[in-house]
C-alpha cells in the first residue's frame, strides 16, 4: 500500500483478569494474542508468563495495522501445559475507535468477548501509536512464523468440510495434517459459532480426530489438546452423555499417560453421569458401562481402593450381559470383565473370581476368529489367569493349558512388537513353573 496515511501501529497489548483464579486459567499458563485481518492469523506474540500480580500479562507486538483493513480482530489465548492451547477471549477492534483513541489521548481499553459463557472475563489494554506516512509491513523478534493459507484460516466459511477432511485423513495411515491444523481448526470453532450444541458436535468430532492423531504422535500436547476439545463440548452440552463419555474416555488416556489423580478421578465422574444419562435398552449403553468399568479398574490399580474393584466388575458384568452375541465387541468385553475379576482375585483371595475369570477368558478367545489382531492378548490373558489358579489351588492341568496359550499367543506376535518381549517372558515363566515345585511360589507375569 503506497501513499500518505495515517499508519496505525500496535505496540503492546496487557491483558488483565478481572476474575482469578478461574479454571480457564491454570496456573501453569502462558497467554499470548493473535492479530487477525481478514479471517487471516496475521502475527501471533511469543508466550508470556504472567506479570508478578498474577492477574496481568502484557504481551509484545511491533507491527503496522494494513491501511486497508477497517477492523481487525484480537484473539487471545492460553498456552498450558496440563489444558493445552486454547481461545479464552476476542475482541474486534475498528480502525476509527483506535484513531479515536490516540487522537484524544485516551488509555485504549475494552473487555473481550467470552467463547464461553461461564469464561473468564478479560480486560485488554492496548498501545497504540498514530503516524502521517507510508504503510510497511513489519515484523519483530516477538513474533511467531505463522504458516501461509488454510492452516492459519481462521475464516467460519468451510469449517463443516474442512473438519470433515481432517476426519477422513484421521483414519488413515498416514496424516497429511499436523498440530499446528488440529490447534487452529480448534480456535476457529470456538471462534466462530456459539455456545450452542451445533458448535458441541464440531468440537466432540474435532477431539476424535486430535485422539487419533495422539496415537500416532504419542505427544503430550496433543492429548492434551483433545481432552481440551472434548472439556469444550461438554461445557457446550453438559447433559449430553456422548459428550461426558467423550471427555471420560479422553481423561483416562492421560491419566494412563502422566498418572494424574485428578483426571482419573474426574473420568470415572463424567463416565458414571454418562452411564446415568444413557437410557436403558440404547445402543450405547453397553459401551459405556465397559469404559466406566475401564476408568474404575485404572482407579483401583492406582489406589487399591475395593469399592473401585467391585464397581468395576459390576459395570463389565453388566456391560457383557447388555451385548448380544455375535457383536464384534463382545470378545473385547468378555476380556475386560475376566481382566477385573483376577485383580479382584488378587486382592481378596476368593476363589469363585478367578474361575470365573478364567471362563471369561475363554470364552473371549472361543469368539474371536483366527487371525484377528486382538487375538495374542487374549490369549496371553488366558494364560495368565490358568497360571494364576495354578498357583492358588495346585491343580496341574491349568498349567499345563496355560503353557500352550501362552505358545500361541508368542508365536502369533511378528517379531519387531514391542509386546513380543512381555510374551515371551510369560510363556518362559510358565514352562519353567510347570517343572517347579509349587511350594517356591509364582514367577512374575506381565501384561504387555
Known amino acids: 500500500?503506497?501513499?500518505?496515511?495515517?499508519?496505525?501501529?500496535?505496540?503492546?497489548?496487557?491483558?488483565?483478569?478481572?476474575?482469578?483464579?478461574?479454571?480457564?486459567?491454570?496456573?501453569?499458563?502462558?497467554?499470548?494474542?493473535?492479530?487477525?485481518?481478514?479471517?487471516?492469523?496475521?502475527?501471533?506474540?511469543?508466550?508470556?508468563?504472567?506479570?508478578?500480580?498474577?492477574?496481568?500479562?502484557?504481551?509484545?507486538?511491533?507491527?503496522?495495522?494494513?491501511?486497508?483493513?477497517?477492523?481487525?480482530?484480537?484473539?487471545?489465548?492460553?498456552?498450558s501445559e496440563t489444558e493445552g492451547k486454547r481461545l479464552v477471549g476476542y475482541a474486534e477492534i475498528g480502525r476509527g475507535e483506535v484513531l479515536g483513541s490516540v487522537e484524544s489521548n485516551r488509555p485504549f481499553q475494552l473487555e473481550l468477548k467470552k467463547v464461553n459463557p461461564d469464561g473468564p472475563s478479560l480486560k485488554l489494554s492496548a498501545g497504540f501509536s498514530v503516524s502521517e506516512g507510508q504503510y510497511q509491513e513489519t515484523s519483530g523478534l516477538d513474533f511467531v512464523a505463522i504458516l501461509e493459507n488454510t492452516?492459519?484460516?481462521?475464516?467460519?466459511?468451510?469449517?463443516?468440510?474442512?473438519?470433515?477432511?481432517?476426519?477422513?485423513?484421521?483414519?488413515?495411515?498416514?496424516?497429511?495434517?499436523?498440530?499446528?491444523?488440529?490447534?487452529?481448526?480448534?480456535?476457529?470453532?470456538?471462534?466462530?459459532?456459539?455456545?450452542?450444541?451445533?458448535?458441541?458436535?464440531?468440537?466432540?468430532?474435532l477431539g476424535d480426530i486430535i485422539l487419533q492423531y495422539y496415537q500416532a504422535s504419542g505427544s503430550v500436547d496433543d492429548l492434551n489438546q483433545a481432552v481440551c476439545a472434548c472439556n469444550d463440548a461438554v461445557r457446550d452440552n453438559p447433559g449430553s452423555a456422548i459428550y461426558l463419555a467423550d471427555l471420560g474416555k479422553s481423561l483416562r488416556r492421560r491419566f494412563q499417560q502422566l498418572g494424574g489423580l485428578l483426571d482419573i478421578n474426574r473420568s470415572v465422574m463424567m463416565l458414571q453421569d454418562a452411564v446415568t444419562l444413557t437410557p436403558d435398552g440404547h445402543p450405547d449403553k453397553p459401551f459405556r458401562l465397559d469404559n466406566l468399568g475401564t476408568s474404575l479398574l485404572g482407579r483401583f490399580q492406582r489406589l487399591g481402593d475395593v469399592s473401585d474393584i467391585n464397581k468395576s466388575v459390576l459395570m463389565f458384568e453388566d456391560a457383557v450381559t447388555l451385548t448380544p452375541d455375535g457383536h464384534r465387541?463382545?470378545?473385547?468385553?468378555?476380556?475386560?470383565?475376566?481382566?477385573?475379576?483376577?485383580?479382584?482375585?488378587?486382592?481378596?483371595?476368593?476363589?469363585?473370581?478367578?474361575?470365573?475369570?478364567?471362563?471369561?477368558?475363554?470364552?473371549?478367545?472361543?469368539?474371536?476368529?483366527?487371525?484377528?489382531?486382538?487375538?495374542?492378548?487374549?490369549?496371553?490373558?488366558?494364560?495368565?489367569?490358568?497360571?494364576?489358579?495354578?498357583?492358588?489351588?495346585?491343580?496341574?492341568?491349568?498349567?499345563?493349558?496355560?503353557?500352550?496359550?501362552?505358545?500361541?499367543?508368542?508365536?502369533?506376535?511378528?517379531?519387531?512388537?514391542?509386546?513380543?518381549?512381555?510374551?515371551?517372558?510369560?510363556?518362559g515363566s510358565q514352562c519353567l513353573q510347570s517343572t517347579m515345585p509349587q511350594s517356591l511360589g509364582p514367577l512374575r507375569m506381565i501384561n504387555p
Open 151 to 205: 492452516i492459519a484460516s481462521v475464516k467460519s466459511h468451510g469449517i463443516r468440510s474442512d473438519l470433515q477432511k481432517m476426519y477422513i485423513d484421521s483414519k488413515k495411515t498416514e496424516f497429511s495434517m499436523d498440530a499446528l491444523q488440529l490447534r487452529v481448526m480448534h480456535e476457529r470453532i470456538l471462534l466462530c459459532y456459539q455456545s450452542n450444541d451445533n458448535r458441541a458436535q464440531l468440537l466432540k468430532i
Open 329 to 427: 465387541d463382545k470378545p473385547s468385553r468378555l476380556d475386560n470383565l475376566g481382566t477385573s475379576l483376577s485383580r479382584r482375585f488378587e486382592r481378596l483371595g476368593d476363589v469363585s473370581d478367578i474361575n470365573k475369570s478364567v471362563l471369561m477368558f475363554e470364552d473371549s478367545v472361543q469368539l474371536t476368529p483366527e487371525g484377528h489382531p486382538g487375538k495374542p492378548a487374549l490369549l496371553n490373558n488366558l494364560g495368565i489367569s490358568l497360571a494364576q489358579r495354578f498357583e492358588w489351588l495346585g491343580d496341574v492341568s491349568d498349567i499345563n493349558k496355560s503353557v500352550p496359550m501362552q505358545e500361541d499367543a508368542a508365536q502369533l506376535i511378528p517379531d519387531g512388537h514391542p509386546g513380543k518381549p512381555a510374551f515371551l517372558n510369560n510363556l
Open 1 to 79: 500500500m503506497s501513499g500518505m496515511k495515517k499508519v496505525i501501529k500496535l505496540h503492546s497489548i496487557r491483558i488483565m483478569s478481572l476474575l482469578n483464579p478461574h479454571d480457564d486459567l491454570p496456573g501453569d499458563m502462558k497467554m499470548f494474542a493473535q492479530l487477525i485481518i481478514e479471517g487471516k492469523i496475521f502475527v501471533q506474540s511469543l508466550p508470556m508468563a504472567s506479570e508478578p500480580d498474577q492477574k496481568s500479562w502484557k504481551l509484545r507486538f511491533g507491527c503496522n495495522i494494513p491501511a486497508h483493513a477497517p477492523t481487525f480482530t484480537v484473539a487471545v489465548l492460553h498456552q
